[in-house]
């Protein structure tokens, strides 16, 4: 048990002080008349508190009075405050201290979380506090740029600004005190917590710290439970095996055995197939045999474990025998079984390292592995190639994503589920992608933590070298609790994860579908190198929705057309466009307007993403008409298909100038998912890019690469 003791106010002050917190001028006095003197000397209004060492919360005790306007009431309030001292208050003075006002209060200090570490915190005080709950944190130490940050990220951004007649905040200053903080919390691993509240913003825009509490306890010693990542040789017998063997192959389609064997073959792999069965039956035509024994030496890489745990340390040591490196189990009965399958999963985590064999799961769906035509998991889909690296503590996750995948065209290249993770968790194999020549991002789902600093320092280097998208279970209290019995693993305070994933530089996504689709906008478009967006549309409805969501960002720029700009679309429009952004194009479309416009927008120099709208339109009028009793007469024929050839032109003109550019072009319409055969979203799968379904969800994804791009230039800066 950590015993732990609170500072007193003094004492507290003191130490903030030395540390850059703004501390308003105060006086410690030990009677009534000093205390007049006292605030004669500061100037009225003041406060005065009894203070003492044992003293720490004085409002529930009435030890505290404000507003004291002359040398009488000081006197006065003094002399009740020493005579409402107890014995076991210790040595006590009485504090007198500037009448601090101002219309803003924030609230900042350190917490030691359990999974994270020490945290700099900073949020909105007042009485707004508990109902906005707008609070921010990130990992101590800071720098100036995170504490920047920090500042940027409250969502009430409008009371840092001038407000109500008073300057805005003083961002130098406070960013000052963060950094204090986030030094001290470095400094002193016995601080346990750091309490500034309230933290007011006076009149000019200065904060000063009115109140400020420090608790101490025993140090604090962080236990790292991260284990070694496996070298990358044992991930290429896992991702790109020579031969695969499959226990417990099976001949019932209803069965692990079968059903992974089927999806192995019918893949395409080419690499060499083997399986066991007890009773050496041809499974799928391949000739399984009874034993391991009975297999070549060194011609398998992976083994695909569908037989029940209490076989598998016996297992594990044939396959051993035979040159195998890594291996992948599905079986259950381990470390989501209670006490003694904790035992035994610990017991073969340790049979594995001592073999040298790579352990992937147990309690796992599987692994895919494109660039070698490999599905080798018990549950479809297998997607279609691509650059996207998978990683889930959940395996029908794992199965979420590739469905994406398929659904979009965007590819994966590695794809796996972790499992109960005994010995290879998300971390690891993210490392892995993050070298992986066929990987360019890396997409995770996480829910349960057990060492949260140590996982954030591992995907911190996978972010410095790929992208990395992140969406963690557990959010929220329902959620949490569910994610600990799902994984067995503490969720972590979702506030601080979200600080802790943006110091880190992960792109932390709210679902699956914008996790996938940030993965996929990162695989598939160039980074922005600035924040203005201009967002191109056929309907105006659609860009007015467009520009809400690019405003509502806290770092997209919906910029002003430029006036050359302007004046060169001029050229290729009637009068009533919108002449503004979004450019609304006001059904003044010829055959190559959209084209020419585009280009004319994506080689402006001023001009950093372009979100295209509308696409499809054509096609979908094209569709009815296809199917209507008129077709093909009356001209409808050829309608038709310039129609289609349109959407398709369009589509193929946006990718083209984006590769031109170096610029991201995204293309939006609802079609990709309400018609997918649609002209226009199957010509943007042609290209490789996705095709987002709003407006809204594209903003969503380019407001994640831009950050990308703001945390690639801090680094570097």
């Not at 040591?317 to 189990?329: E, M």
């Not at 259950?332 to 049979?351: F, K, N, S, T």
């Not at 320092?457 to 600990?484: F, H, N, S």
């Not at 203005?532 to 056929?538: G, R, Y």
Request: hydrophobic share 45%; aromatic share 4%; proline share 5%.
């Amino acid at each position: 048990m950590t015993l732990s003791s609170t500072l007193s106010e003094r004492a507290s002050k003191a130490l903030l002080a030395a540390h850059g917190v703004p501390i308003a001028a105060e006086r410690f006095v030990g009677s009534a008349v000093e205390a007049g003197d006292a605030a004669d000397e500061i100037g009225y209004p003041v406060v005065a508190k009894l203070n003492g060492d044992a003293i720490a919360h004085k409002t529930e005790r009435g030890l505290v009075k404000l507003r004291l306007g002359d040398r009488a009431a000081v006197e006065a309030a003094a002399s009740e405050l020493l005579a409402a001292a107890r014995p076991d208050d210790g040595d006590v003075d009485v504090l007198v201290a500037p009448m601090v006002s101002g219309n803003r209060e924030l609230i900042a200090g350190i917490v030691r979380d359990a999974q994270f570490g020490a945290m700099v915190m900073l949020g909105v005080g007042g009485i707004l506090a508990e109902a906005v709950a707008d609070v921010v944190f990130r990992p101590a130490p800071l720098d100036a740029a995170t504490a920047h940050d920090m500042i940027d990220g409250l969502a009430t951004q409008k009371l840092l600004g001038e407000f109500r007649g008073e300057a805005a905040v003083d961002r130098g200053q406070l960013v000052d005190l963060l950094v204090g903080l986030g030094r001290l919390a470095a400094e002193r691993d016995d601080i346990t917590s750091i309490d500034i509240n309230p933290l007011i913003v006076d009149p000019s825009g200065h904060v000063i710290a009115v109140d400020g509490l420090v608790e101490i306890g025993e140090p604090s010693v962080r236990t790292a439970t991260l284990r070694p990542r496996p070298t990358d040789e044992q991930f290429r017998a896992l991702f790109e095996p020579r031969g695969v063997l499959v226990t417990g192959a099976s001949t019932h389609p209803g069965k692990f055995g079968f059903v992974s064997l089927h999806n192995l073959l019918s893949n395409g792999y080419a690499g060499k197939v083997f399986g066991t069965n007890l009773k050496g039956e041809n499974v799928l035509g391949v000739d399984t045999v009874a034993d391991i024994e009975s297999l070549p030496d060194g011609e398998i890489d992976l083994v695909f474990v569908c037989t029940p745990a209490s076989t598998n340390p016996d297992l594990l040591r044939a396959c051993a025998a035979k040159g195998v490196r890594a291996a992948f189990l599905t079986s259950a009965g381990y470390g989501e079984a209670g006490e003694a399958g904790i035992a035994a999963q610990r017991d073969l985590v340790a049979l594995a390292d001592e073999l040298g064999i790579l352990l992937a799961g147990p309690n796992g769906q599987g692994v895919v592995s494109t660039p070698v035509d490999m599905c080798v998991q018990i549950v479809a889909p297998y997607p279609p190639a691509g650059s996207i690296g998978v990683a889930s503590q959940s395996g029908n996750f794992v199965s979420s994503f590739l469905n994406h995948s398929r659904a979009t065209g965007v590819g994966i290249s590695r794809a796996v589920s972790a499992g109960n993770a005994a010995a290879v968790g998300v971390a690891d194999y993210l490392d892995f992608f993050a070298d992986d020549d066929a990987t360019t991002v890396g997409l995770a789902y996480l829910e349960g933590i057990t060492d949260g600093r140590g996982l954030m320092d591992r995907l911190a280097g996978v972010a410095a070298r790929k992208p990395l998208v992140i969406v963690k279970g557990g959010a929220t209290e329902g959620g949490a609790a569910a994610a600990a019995s799902h994984t067995g693993a503490l969720a972590a305070d979702d506030k601080v994860f979200d600080g802790a994933c943006r110091a880190a530089g992960l792109t932390r996504a709210d679902s699956i579908e914008s996790a996938f689709e940030a993965a996929a906008t990162f695989a598939t478009q160039p980074l922005p190198a600035g924040p203005n967006v201009v967002v191109l549309t056929t309907v105006g409805g659609w860009g007015v929705v467009t520009a809400d969501a690019i405003t509502r960002d806290r770092d997209l720029v919906l910029m002003d057309l430029p006036d050359d700009l302007k004046a060169a679309i001029d050229a290729k429009l009637p009068a009533r466009w919108s002449r503004n952004n979004p450019i609304d194009c006001a059904g003044g479309e010829t055959r190559d307007t959209i084209p020419e416009i585009m280009e004319l927008v994506a080689t402006h120099p001023d001009v950093h993403s372009i979100v295209y709208l509308g696409l499809g339109i054509q096609s979908n009028q094209a569709q009815m008409m296809r199917q209507g009793r008129f077709y093909p007469d009356h001209g409808i024929g050829r309608i038709v298909e310039y129609h289609e050839r349109q959407d398709t032109r369009f589509a193929e003109a946006a990718h083209e100038l984006s590769v031109q550019t170096g610029k991201p072009i995204l293309t939006s319409t609802e079609l990709a998912v309400a018609d997918p055969s649609n002209a226009g979203p199957v010509a943007v799968r042609a290209t490789g890019r996705l095709c987002y379904p709003s407006g809204e969800r594209a903003v969503v994804a380019l407001g994640h690469m831009l950050r990308r791009v703001e945390y690639l230039r801090a680094r570097s800066s």
